[in-house]
């Protein structure tokens, strides 16, 4: 799922200004220019962010949303929030696009043109529920991953925002009520 901050400082002051705060010089030389990414799990503070992920209004010994304006929140050490999704978007969001999903496994190739090839084995998930989307990120199966980047930042900037949420697919099923695993009959 890629949806950008709905509150923290993210929004309210831009972006510019957020990765001023929290980004980091990149970690290659490339010169002027400021990056903010790394996987981002619940209740780890990141190294080279210096934010917690934290799932604000949900409690995961019960499983439940205990605050309706509970958000998934980027904390700094001072308490500051960062950036967060509110758990009302993420809902909405998380239901139009992932109610009934199919995840069908892929392979790139980067060398010289890219290719893809496609495996046989699919998923099929139907009845998702945002609490368990919720479990799995309280869990650390679920994890933010940005691939926020400025470049020419003393002359002009130009920003490239990537807000990503991720998990690893032997996941997958923890999101569903009903899975099916189908076979087909050769990989493309």
Known sequence: ????????????????????????????????????????????????????????????????????????????????????????SMLLHWN?????ACYVPSLSDTSGNRRYKYGNKIILGTGTDFQLFLKQMALGNIYYDPGIKMENVSTKPKIKKRSQFRMKSQFLGELYKLNEIVVLDKAY
Request: hydrophobic share 25%.
């Open 96 to 100: 139009r696009k992932h109610n009934q």
């Open 1 to 88: 799922m890629t949806p950008e901050p709905t509150d923290g400082l993210y929004k309210t002051k831009g972006t510019e200004e957020f990765l001023h705060q929290y980004g980091y010089a990149d970690k290659t030389g490339r010169e002027d220019r400021i990056n903010f990414g790394g996987v981002h799990k619940s209740g780890i503070r990141h190294n080279s962010t210096n934010l917690e992920m934290q799932l604000i209004g949900y409690d995961a010994e019960s499983g439940k949303i205990r605050n309706s304006n509970g958000r998934i929140a980027l904390i700094d050490i001072n308490g500051n929030e960062a950036a967060a999704w509110s758990f009302s």
